[in-house]
């Protein structure tokens, strides 16, 4: 089993910044792909970075520029810094972690960017 602790969300203003972490515990021996979705309010959830073992990255249009994705693979955890964020950033956020063959989501941190 394996557990994801998600912390770092909050309310900021429009333009400032926020970091999200994500600490998995547990059977954590074979981590492969660390990444962070979100869903705001009415919308399905969607996909905001993904890091790879080897360290590749990817993201989605809408935030590249403002965020970065990195992992500390010997704590096992993966952060989100978001920069310059915007009131369409608010979501809740939820670290998802592939260990072959299995999917583990976190239980998500709310994110609010006001106007």
């Known amino acids: 089993q394996v557990q994801l602790v998600e912390s770092g969300g909050g309310l900021v203003q429009a333009g400032g910044s926020l970091r999200l972490s994500c600490a998995a515990s547990g059977s954590t021996f074979s981590i492969n792909t660390m990444g962070w979705y979100r869903q705001a309010p009415g919308k399905e959830r969607e996909l905001v970075a993904v890091?790879?073992?080897?360290?590749?990255?990817n993201y989605a249009d809408s935030v590249k520029g403002r965020f970065t994705i990195s992992r500390d693979n010997a704590k096992n955890t993966v952060y989100l810094q978001m920069n310059s964020l915007k009131p369409e950033d608010t979501a809740v956020y939820y670290c998802?972690?592939?260990?072959?063959?299995?999917?583990?989501w976190g239980q998500g941190t709310q994110v609010t960017v006001s106007s």
């Open positions: 998802r972690i592939y260990m072959s063959p299995y999917t583990y």
């Open positions: 890091i790879g073992g080897g360290g590749g990255t």
